[in-house]
């Protein structure tokens, strides 16, 4: 009986020890992706003995090793670096293992058309969009897996799993909790408003609108000097799944603020009479302006709706590519 796939990434694994690469030529490259995490997104790429693919972001040179190795002597893998020190790298120690890589010193924004169509693309970093060329390049039926944004938010990142049709248009799209070392860190300007503390600047607050300075200030503000506190409704792991639920539910005045007792997503408005509140969930806490907080009813109303629907895991939503000229933006909705 021929291996499953799952089998065969057992045998890839064993057969690419990942002291190969981080560090036992003596010049470690600090992995920003642990292989375990490595070894779990190539189990959802599914990728089979034949397969052309593509890595983007060569890092310590890991995943593209795995890569050639479940696409075997018959496959073809490319990898693409846009850091020529990391390339040259890597190049020697596939050439030191005995690993079938071609490394191509390049944006990887661009992908690599020469080496076209894949069966499989790899992305180990996030884009502020996903570039049209990576699904252009991909075969029909092809699946391309990376990181991605699913809303401007500072910590709003996820991994995509997005197989083309056979006009290299988004078929499937799935987005699970996780994340890669972004290409660029930027807020745009038009969808956000970003207060930072200019003395203490690990301190911030982002608004997902584009509302007045004064306002996201406001709200920085009475969230610095929060006096309620209380259990968070989603701890450990499953924080992370509220925190892209409530992106997907979209409330009015969503934000993300990193204050003394933790990095949240929350909602904040200003009264009637101008008073600020503002409220968010950490995986240890709900903060809140104080214990009466408008903010906080809603932020609290909204997390028992998460677990009235089942406390919905980040895959479980509904998720789409929206385009944007030649990029394309991933989005959650609710399910």
């Not at 190795?69 to 990898?79: F, R």
Request: aromatic fraction near 6%; charge should be negative; glycine fraction near 8%.
């Amino acid at each position: 009986m021929p291996d499953t796939s799952s089998e065969a990434l057992d045998r890839a694994i064993s057969a690419v020890p990942t002291e190969q690469f981080h560090g036992a030529d003596g010049r470690a490259v600090r992995p920003c992706t642990p292989a375990v995490v490595t070894h779990r997104h190539l189990r959802m790429l599914d990728v089979r003995p034949g397969a052309r693919v593509m890595d983007i972001g060569i890092g310590s040179g890991l995943s593209a090793a795995l890569l050639a190795q479940l696409a075997g002597p018959d496959g073809q893998a490319t990898a693409i670096e846009i850091e020529s020190s990391l390339a040259k790298r890597a190049e020697s120690l596939y050439a030191e293992y005995r690993h079938r890589v071609t490394v191509v010193v390049g944006d990887g924004l661009l992908g690599y058309p020469q080496g076209a169509p894949y069966d499989r693309i790899l992305v180990g970093t996030t884009p502020l969009a996903i570039p049209d060329a990576w699904l252009q390049q991909l075969k029909p039926g092809g699946t391309l897996l990376c990181g991605v944004r699913i809303a401007d938010l500072p910590g709003a990142y996820a991994i995509a799993r997005i197989t083309v049709d056979d006009k290299h248009q988004p078929h499937q799209v799935e987005i699970h909790h996780g994340g890669y070392t972004p290409m660029i860190a930027a807020y745009p300007a038009d969808t956000v408003s970003r207060v930072v503390d200019p003395q203490q600047p690990e301190f911030s607050l982002t608004v997902l609108s584009n509302q007045e300075r004064s306002t996201a200030s406001s709200l920085f503000a009475v969230l610095r000097g929060a006096t309620h506190t209380e259990p968070t409704p989603a701890p450990d792991s499953d924080y992370f799944h509220l925190k892209n639920w409530l992106i997907a539910a979209e409330p009015t005045g969503l934000l993300e603020a990193t204050i003394d007792q933790g990095t949240g997503v929350g909602v904040g408005s200003l009264a009637p009479d101008g008073t600020a509140h503002a409220a968010v969930v950490t995986d240890e806490f709900l903060i809140a302006d104080h214990a009466e907080s408008p903010a906080l009813e809603v932020l609290r109303a909204l997390s028992h709706e998460w677990l009235e629907e089942g406390a919905l895991r980040t895959h479980e939503l509904n998720a789409r590519l929206i385009r944007d000229g030649d990029a394309w933006h991933a989005r959650v909705t609710r399910a």
